[in-house]
């Protein structure tokens, strides 16, 4: 009977850790996505493109802060 119990225990930690281990990658990612990202707009600001995509930006940031928020909540 204990065996059955530390089985089942066993897979429920190894489930949780999996679970939580993909919500830090996509917070991570969408991190990385974001810093990347900056740094292209940083590069297209002198050629006038970057000016255009400023609100395309803003949008994108507000949009990544709610879908951070819905996945920790």
Same mark, same amino acid.
């Given at each position: 009977?204990?065996?059955? *119990? !530390?089985?089942?225990?066993? /897979?429920?930690? +190894?489930? $949780?850790?999996?679970?939580? #281990?993909?919500? %830090? &990658?996509? =917070?991570?990612?969408?991190? *990385? !996505?974001?810093?990347?990202? /900056?740094?292209? +707009?940083? $590069?297209?600001?002198?050629? #006038?493109?970057? %000016? &255009?995509? =400023?609100?395309?930006?803003?949008? !994108?940031?507000?949009?990544?802060?709610?879908?951070?928020?819905?996945?920790?909540?």
């Amino acid at each position: 009977m204990e065996i059955l *119990l !530390g089985l089942f225990l066993f /897979f429920v930690f +190894i489930v $949780a850790a999996f679970k939580a #281990g993909v919500l %830090l &990658l996509k =917070i991570i990612f969408t991190i *990385l !996505g974001s810093i990347i990202g /900056f740094f292209v +707009i940083l $590069a297209l600001i002198p050629l #006038g493109i970057g %000016l &255009l995509l =400023i609100p395309a930006i803003i949008i !994108g940031v507000i949009v990544v802060i709610v879908k951070c928020i819905q996945l920790i909540l």
